[in-house]
């Protein structure tokens, strides 16, 4: 095969040299000229002026046909063939100018100009003009800015960018040249995954390119913390945002970074939305193992978010609204070497009810369900009123400073403020509570290039989040609740590139978080101040190696960790990371990821002083005492099959995590209240099968979860997690067809445990004040398997030149399925058990529309 690949290269070698000697023969008679000597050459033929700047017409060579002898034709020539504008004053005087916008036409063919290269995309970089060849490989493009550039690319060929001024100089409709990219066989990387701007990556990771990114059910917009739940292994019980949990973890054992900071708050609506504007992300990365060693904390998942870090040569920007919220970003050039991006983001929610709004709101307050002892509902008459709003901010300055150092600054701002009134007629009781929630996080980044084989990223940030509520019942009693969130951080990581397959990645982070939480209560009285300082100093060191046609590709490192808490201990932990992928046929490679991991921070399920059950949750620090430093392990082997747009995933995986407490787990049963210490572990397997065509993909995955607890002072001492869902499938799939999107897809899953009282009498001790009940083992009882289907559908047009729109509807729960989310159990004043079951979202539509520029 490769001595008929170079004899056929030796073949056209020959034939291009033919080419070339034959038209060198024709125009050798012919030799281009400048157009400035020119056009002094018509001065004097035929006794005129012109009048012209110097930079427009400098370095445009030109060959005149002989067939042209006239001024008109020859100047008609010139004015077509280089989009030079001529204006003619008088009989003796002209004027010549460039053309600012010009109509552009070319021939894309392969790099030895035999083969045409039709669908190959042709885009106006800065711009929404773009075009695709057609069957022959031509284009033609009007309205383009002269001094823009080109980006062509289609796939098994290198993506070619070329100055429209290069093309202009050549005359008439040039040929663009692309050279073949060649691939190895035994690389396989998943392109397109799911939808368009997915891609999974050679080490396991999940890349989400929101510029790309195509269309998922339910989505109208590329939320990126609903996109990473479309993964398998990913999923929110409570169908919220901001409570992702990752192979049985909680949400606290999620790491989520934004430009290189951690973020102690993800969500609005508390969590019904995300806080993070898709639209000035540029890249998310998820990675579930084998996290590499610059990364510390988050037991469960590492989500990363960075915005773009390039100066862009144009304004470019958009704005949208939906039926909750409306935002505007843009990215602005200062200069050659400073830019600006931004965000903005407000709910219209305190001023303007929707449907979609109407739903969010049951779902938030009001999707709890009370039935009596005898099953019947609890019908209060309750009168419920609030004032809601968010709001969300970011910027970044991008300073470069030269071609080896590139300065940015980072910042963040995400608000959310409720004021909530619920009069109950029945009872003559009146709660009120409000609440305010913010984050707000600045960094400052310097990324350096010393030279080719060494380079440095010095990443330094502030980040503070605050929970201030209060709750007042029949204006008496009265609790005041505040949790506080202070992170420093200096984080600098260097790699050096031995040789071409060998990298060495080291560095040294220094992390200092203080947490604070305060409560006081007046009836009765109490009152509580508990505050805390975790310093972190982690040096880290890991080698990367590729070997010969990527037949091997692996990571080895560790994390070193010397953890002191300024008030009661010390520690060190040693983390070794391992991530191997390899070959084992053409199209068919494995991986072995590997993990130890732990985290200092994590947010205790405050079920006594829960707002109305509006916001439960509270950050605390391991104090080695009531709660120690969370530590896992994790190990999993997968193999991936790619070829033809088809891919099949299959991955195994086993999870321990111990260091962790009921007060941070959600315990609603006899046990939530004594904060015992134990662990979890989870065995798993994680199956996706993909077809992708043109227009099209469809999917199927499957996760199977055995989720079991670990606490040795709880009897019995093994009993199923409170996120133990055993069985999860997705079947999904979208539908491009022009400029329209659409997608379908339905998601079910097992029920999660929950504890039931006992039977009869035995069900209430009420030798105790107030009285307690009796429950039956730690979930032992399942809630109803969940089944909900989404649809979204997504237009896309130019309302103008340079603006591009696009309108959305999406649908969630279609069939509007009543799926229960959990269910407690609760004491009344009349010594009765009331069950307390929450439901889902019901069906939800929505409605988007946004442009962009």
Request: net charge negative.
């Amino acid at each position: 095969m490769l001595e008929i690949r170079r004899n056929s290269q030796v073949g056209h070698f020959l034939v291009f040299l033919l080419f070339f000697f034959f038209n060198y023969a024709q125009e050798k008679q012919q030799e281009p000229i400048g157009l400035v000597p020119y056009i002094k050459t018509l001065e004097e033929r035929f006794n005129v002026k012109f009048s012209y700047l110097n930079e427009d017409l400098d370095d445009i060579p030109m060959t005149i046909p002989k067939n042209l002898a006239s001024l008109e034709d020859i100047l008609q020539y010139i004015e077509n063939q280089y989009q030079i504008e001529v204006n003619k004053l008088s009989d003796r005087y002209y004027t010549l100018a460039k053309l600012r916008s010009v109509t552009l036409c070319g021939a894309v063919l392969d790099n030895f100009a035999e083969n045409t290269i039709p669908g190959a995309t042709v885009e106006v970089l800065g711009t929404t003009n773009a075009q695709t060849t057609d069957a022959n490989g031509n284009f033609t493009l009007t309205d383009v800015p002269r001094d823009a550039s080109l980006k062509v690319r289609y796939l098994g060929y290198l993506t070619k960018y070329i100055s429209v001024e290069n093309l202009l100089k050549q005359g008439g409709c040039p040929k663009i040249l692309m050279a073949q990219h060649y691939e190895q066989l035994d690389e396989v990387i998943v392109y397109k995954f799911l939808t368009t701007g997915l891609i999974k990556e050679t080490d396991a990771s999940i890349t989400m390119n929101t510029a790309e990114f195509g269309i998922l059910p339910g989505l109208i917009e590329p939320d990126i913390l609903q996109t990473v739940q479309a993964l398998p292994g990913i999923k929110s019980i409570d169908e919220t945002v901001s409570d992702i949990n990752v192979r049985g973890g909680t949400n606290d054992q999620n790491l989520i970074l934004w430009n290189g900071i951690k973020m102690y708050q993800s969500g609005h609506f508390f969590g019904l939305i995300s806080a993070f504007n898709p639209y000035l992300t540029d890249k998310i990365s998820v990675i579930k193992n084998g996290t590499p060693a610059n990364f510390g904390d988050g037991v469960s998942s590492v989500i990363q978010m960075e915005t773009g870090n390039s100066i862009t040569e144009y304004f470019e920007g958009g704005a949208g609204f939906n039926f909750i919220s409306g935002d505007v970003f843009g990215q602005l050039p200062l200069s050659d070497k400073l830019g600006l991006q931004f965000s903005a983001r407000r709910s219209t929610t305190d001023f303007l009810n929707t449907p979609t709004y109407n739903k969010f709101f049951d779902r938030a307050f009001q999707d709890s369900e009370v039935t009596d002892e005898d099953n019947m509902a609890v019908d209060d008459e309750i009168i419920r009123n609030e004032d809601f709003y968010f709001y969300d901010f970011s910027g970044k300055l991008l300073y470069d400073i030269n071609d080896a150092h590139k300065f940015r600054l980072s910042a963040i701002s995400l608000n959310n403020n409720l004021r909530y009134v619920e009069n109950n007629i029945t009872d003559g009781e009146t709660s009120i509570s409000l609440l305010k929630q913010t984050n707000l996080s600045v960094g400052v980044q310097l990324q350096s290039q010393w030279m080719d084989q060494f380079s440095s990223h010095l990443n330094i940030y502030y980040s503070n989040y605050n929970l201030d509520g209060q709750s007042v019942f029949n204006q008496v009693r009265q609790l005041d609740q505040k949790n506080s969130v202070d992170e420093r951080a200096v984080k600098l990581n260097t790699r050096y590139q031995v040789s071409d397959n060998l990298q060495w990645t080291n560095g040294f982070q220094y992390i200092e978080t203080g947490i604070r939480n305060t409560t006081n209560v007046t009836q009765p009285e109490f009152e509580s101040d508990i505050k805390g300082v975790i310093r972190i100093h982690a040096p880290y060191s890991e080698i990367g190696y590729t070997s010969f046609e990527n037949k091997f590709i692996g990571k080895f490192g560790a994390r070193f960790n010397f953890i002191e808490n300024l008030e009661t201990f010390n520690t060190f932990l040693v983390e070794p990371r391992i991530n191997l992928n390899f070959r084992l046929a053409n199209y068919l490679r494995a991986e072995v990821l590997g993990e130890f991991k732990s985290q200092t921070t994590n947010q205790v399920i405050d079920l006594e002083q829960n707002f109305l059950g509006i916001e439960k949750r509270r950050w605390i620090l391991s104090d080695d005492d009531t709660l120690p430093v969370t530590q896992s392990k994790q190990g999993s082997v997968g193999i991936n099959y790619e070829r033809n747009n088809f891919y099949v995933g299959l991955e195994g995986f086993y999870k321990n995590v111990d260091g962790i407490s009921t007060s941070t787990q959600g315990f609603q049963n006899q046990d939530q209240f004594n904060g015992e210490i134990g662990s979890y572990d989870v065995k798993g397997i994680e199956f996706l099968i993909n077809k992708r065509g043109d227009r099209y993909s469809t999917w199927l995955s499957y996760a199977y979860n055995k989720n079991e607890y670990t606490f040795d002072s709880i009897v019995p001492r093994n009993f199923p997690n409170n996120l133990d869902i055993r069985h999860t499938i997705t079947f999904a799939g979208t539908y491009t067809y022009n400029n329209l999107k659409l997608s379908v897809g339905v998601n079910y899953r097992t029920g999660r445990p929950y504890t039931e009282p006992q039977e009869g009498d035995d069900s209430l001790d009420t030798t105790f004040f107030p009285a307690r009940i009796n429950y039956k083992s730690p979930n032992s009882s399942r809630l109803p398997e969940y089944f909900r289907a989404d649809a979204s559908a997504i237009y896309s047009f130019n309302l103008s030149r340079g603006i591009k729109a696009n309108a959305g509807v999406s649908l969630l729960n279609m069939t509007n399925r009543k799926n229960s989310l959990n269910r407690y159990y609760r004491v009344n004043d009349e010594n009765q058990i009331e069950t307390v079951e929450s439901v889902s979202l019901g069906i939800t539509p929505n409605v988007s529309f946004r442009v962009s520029f």
